[in-house]
């Protein structure tokens, strides 16, 4: 088990209810379905007003269990 982090660009001011949701739905896309406490952790401006880099932890069991 160990805590990694994810990233994602999404509108300003996007609810954080929804930020974990979207990332929820990457990390499954990319295959990654044993996460938990999926966190929000930090929202940064970029070089566009209406994007933010939202930036989230999770911890992922590399050994599920039956």
């Keep these: ?3 990694e982090r994810t990233s994602l ?3 300003t001011g996007t609810a954080p209810d ?3 949701a979207k990332a929820a739905a990457s990390l499954r896309a990319q295959g990654i379905d044993t996460f938990s406490d999926l ?3 930090t929202t940064l401006t970029t ?3 209406d994007i933010s880099r939202y930036t ?3 911890w992922v069991d590399d050994h599920p269990r039956d």
Excluded: A, D, F, R
Aim: hydrophobic share 35%.
């Design 56 to 58: 989230l932890t999770y």
């Design 18 to 20: 929804e930020v974990q």
């Design 39 to 41: 966190s929000l952790q």
């Design 1 to 3: 088990m160990g805590i």
């Design 9 to 11: 660009e999404l509108p």
């Design 47 to 49: 070089g566009n007003p």
